[in-house]
């Protein structure tokens, strides 16, 4: 072999060399990337189309919702629930033949319940206290069947005031805590 094959051989072996690594190899490089790119995008796309085609079944259900939080909103407290909740105690109380002289929901709750926009993923509660007169066994009784009413919560306070010589009927005062919302009976 002569000399300017062996250069021509070495020149070409170079050439290719050259394009090798600075045509070759970038752009397969670049080609793999964006293959992955695609690759990526095709699942974008395909996570995008899935949350479109669930978007009516998420819309219904936010509506569903929406209406069912209105729904039990409406009903956890009005104004017309505490009458008859006052309407509902004023009665055990005529059923256990004692006089109720007072009911005292603390003024400053009525006014703070009328302030706030219920919770509907809270209950909302009232203390009452009542001013009753009568004897003991039926302020007993009246006491028992008021713990076992489904509004009942709690009691918060009892006292009896009553004379020594017992010519007086004794005055009791109960303070309970109540659940509002439909009263709705036994």
């Not at 005055?171 to 036994?186: I, M, N, S, V």
Request: hydrophobic fraction near 35%; glycine fraction near 6%; proline fraction near 4%.
């Amino acid at each position: 072999m002569n000399r300017s094959t062996q250069l021509y051989i070495t020149i070409s072996i170079g050439i290719i060399a050259a394009w090798i690594f600075l045509a070759f190899l970038p752009n397969e490089h670049r080609q793999q990337q964006s293959k992955m790119r695609l690759t990526e995008d095709e699942q974008k796309l395909t996570d995008f189309q899935t949350t479109l085609e669930q978007l009516p079944l998420y819309l219904g259900r936010k509506k569903d919702l929406d209406r069912q939080k209105t729904d039990l909103t409406s009903k956890l407290y009005t104004k017309e629930d505490v009458l008859n909740l006052f309407d509902r105690i004023r009665e055990q109380a005529a059923e256990r033949h004692l006089k109720l002289t007072e009911i005292t929901p603390p003024v400053e709750e009525l006014l703070y319940l009328n302030t706030i926009v219920p919770d509907s993923s809270t209950p909302q509660f009232l203390n009452i206290g009542l001013r009753l007169g009568g004897n003991y066994i039926n302020f007993g009784k009246f006491v028992s069947d008021l713990e076992r009413a489904n509004y009942f919560r709690g009691v918060n306070r009892c006292q009896i005031d009553a004379n020594a010589d017992g010519l007086k009927e004794p005055t009791f005062y109960f303070g309970f805590k109540a659940l509002l919302g439909t009263y709705k009976g036994e």
